[in-house]
């Protein structure tokens, strides 16, 4: 049974809706505040998102552009905005549709079920979700080579990305420099083992709350690094 999630400040809208939901066999959950439908949208296994445009805490752009950095799954814009910069603006931030308020249910219905057939029938087709890696804040998208610090995105250059995905993918596992510029370098260190420290410091000025303290990757004196978790 697909699982959807109504973000809606409107509370009979949002019961219409899951009525008319439930009655198609869908599972349905409604948040109210844009916050908390932003944490449940990341955090729970939703299958698809039905989101209003203007809501407390955090509006609908911003949850469609976070959801859209982490997630694949069907999002459904509603909005009583009828102007075409909305729907252009919502469709451009990643949503797969835009319904203008006020609507028919079962068209809403119909759009659910459109969409979930659809988005079943690529992941069906062997279209994978990115492999990912997230540890504290930090996550780590191996397939697109992107980088976010607590939901910014940093921009790594490719021996950044490198070393900072080879240290987490080994949590606490300690490596020597040499180790280091073997392995994302692809030769034998030839007393240049300097640019370590160099990618080092650079990539904790951009994942680092404060450098001199580093919570991520620590160094172990006379040794080498390490990625704490």
């Known amino acids: 049974m697909s699982k959807i999630l109504i973000i809606e400040d409107e509370e009979a809208i949002a019961d219409l809706e899951k009525d008319y939901l439930e009655l198609s066999g869908f599972e349905v959950e409604t948040e109210e505040r ?9 955090k729970e296994g939703f299958d698809l998102i039905i989101l209003d445009l ?4 955090v509006d609908g752009f ?9 997630k694949n799954i069907p999002v ?10 909305d729907k252009i603006r919502g469709l451009g931030l990643g949503a797969d549709d835009y319904m203008t308020k006020p609507f028919s249910p079962s068209e809403l219905v119909a759009r659910v079920k459109a969409h979930l057939a659809r988005y079943e029938r690529l992941i069906g087709s062997g279209v ?3 492999e990912t890696i997230e540890i504290r804040g930090i996550k780590i998208d191996k397939t697109a080579r992107r980088v976010w610090i607590n939901g910014e995105e940093k921009p790594f250059t490719s021996k950044e990305f490198d070393l900072l995905t080879f240290l987490a993918q080994n949590p606490n596992h300690v490596f020597t420099k040499e180790e280091l510029f073997s392995k994302i370098w692809d030769m034998e260190s030839i007393g240049d083992i300097a640019t370590v420290t160099v990618h080092i410091k650079k990539i904790r000025e951009k994942i680092e709350f404060n450098t001199a303290k580093p919570q991520y990757i620590e160094t172990i004196w006379g040794v080498g690094y390490r990625f704490k978790v």
Not at 34 to 42: K, M, Q, S, Y
Not at 54 to 57: A, F, H, Q
Not at 62 to 70: N, S
């Open 62 to 70: 911003e949850i469609c552009k976070k959801i859209r950095e982490e």
């Open 76 to 85: 459904i814009m509603v909005s009583a905005k009828k102007d075409d910069i």
């Open 128 to 130: 994978q979700e990115n």
């Open 54 to 57: 203007m809501l407390p805490g």
């Open 34 to 42: 844009g916050d908390i439908g932003l944490t449940r949208a990341l």
